[in-house]
């Protein structure tokens, strides 16, 4: 990638921008090295002044070493000393309330005012892990219940005490789609959204925000929007840093497992598994740094969005890098 790929003169961003990382795992190396990679791009992204930096769970999916953000979480915001510290996110349908809350009173306990708790309710990638996760339906009304739990722990409210006590709870925001979107807006939260609904009809935000519900965490409605952004010299390599994330997204869909990235693709690509790469990079927002500000600026003009969290991987993580430090050169504000 060329220094250039974020030159001088270009416009910010109009909204902070953070990052999102997934611990995605690659051929050639062990599992293990994903979650190192994960922390030394959390450094480095406190030293770009990044605002946020958020892991995920994922339970035994080959292509993701992360499946316990608040381990993961706890490193991170040991090896940093600034940058918020999120999980994008804790998934309700696999752990009990009190737990959560514990866990997220632990972390604030030890990193005072820089954990961000986002919770989501997805359940395991294959009915394999559904099962082995013991939860095969959660559906939104679980969900809701399940927040109002972790709140009234958080809050000393619960028929238990969480500890530690005398923390501050961290904020929490939902990981939202359709339904978690009424969910959020009924306990006045902010969201998080991604995928699709970015591309598509807005109605969902809409609807979000008219009946959302101020709340002592929230006093009006926020969304954060969630996509793969990458920057590179020209648009054609920035399409190409992103077709390993692709690949795998094509081949999940054909195996019913998500593998590890690779530097080239499979020997065979079908219509169809080419149909979801393309669909896949359309997601995404690539390209220069002048194309990627003016296709975010306008996404985030289109959403109302009050900051950006992207969520990119690439096999070569140094080109990653590279487009890390391209994506900080546009934020709308940060550590610095």
């Given at each position: 990638?060329?220094?250039?790929a ?6 910010r ?11 995605r ?16 791009r959390?450094r ?24 316990s ?16 510290v ?9 752990h ?19 954990i ?12 394999p892990v559904?099962?082995?996760?013991g ?5 939104p009304e ?6 109002a ?22 904020p ?6 359709g ?11 902010p969201?998080v ?18 009946a ?36 795998a997204?094509?081949?999940s ?16 690509l ?9 669909q ?7 390209g ?31 080109a990653l ?5 391209a994506?900080?050169?546009l934020?709308g504000?940060?550590?610095?």
């Amino acid at each position: 990638m060329d220094d250039d790929a974020a030159r001088p003169g270009t416009a910010r961003l109009p909204v902070p921008v953070s990052l999102l990382d997934r611990s995605r795992t690659r051929r050639g190396e062990a599992p293990g090295d994903a979650l190192l990679g994960t922390v030394e791009r959390a450094r480095r992204a406190e030293e770009l002044g990044f605002r946020r930096f958020w892991v995920a769970e994922h339970h035994a999916v080959p292509g993701i070493a992360s499946g316990s953000p608040p381990v993961l979480m706890a490193e991170v915001a040991a090896r940093t000393s600034r940058i918020r510290v999120g999980s994008g996110g804790v998934m309700l349908a696999h752990h009990r309330p009190i737990v959560v809350a514990e866990q997220a009173r632990m972390l604030e306990a030890l990193h005072p005012g820089r954990i961000d708790l986002g919770l989501g309710r997805s359940l395991g990638f294959t009915a394999p892990v559904r099962r082995a996760l013991g939860v095969e339906r959660y559906g939104p009304e679980r969900f809701a219940e399940d927040l109002a739990a972790v709140f009234a722990y958080l809050d000393d409210d619960g028929p238990v005490t969480a500890m530690p006590r005398g923390v501050d709870p961290p904020p929490v925001l939902v990981l939202a789609t359709g339904s978690g979107l009424g969910v959020a807006a009924r306990l006045g939260l902010p969201v998080v959204v991604g995928g699709p609904l970015l591309r598509g009809d807005l109605e969902p935000l809409s609807a979000y925000r008219e009946a959302f519900r101020p709340s002592d965490r929230c006093a009006e409605p926020q969304v954060i929007i969630s996509l793969d952004v990458m920057i590179a010299a020209t648009r054609q390599e920035a399409r190409e840093l992103l077709l390993p994330e692709a690949w795998a997204m094509a081949e999940s869909r054909a195996t019913g497992a998500f593998p590890p990235l690779r530097p080239d693709p499979p020997e065979r690509l079908t219509a169809r598994q080419e149909g979801v790469v393309e669909q896949q990079l359309a997601l995404s927002v690539h390209g220069t740094a002048e194309d990627v500000t003016h296709e975010l600026t306008r996404l985030v003009e289109r959403t109302g969005a009050v900051e950006v969290l992207a969520s990119t991987s690439t096999y070569d993580r140094d080109a990653l890098a590279q487009a890390d430090a391209a994506l900080a050169a546009l934020r709308g504000d940060g550590l610095t």
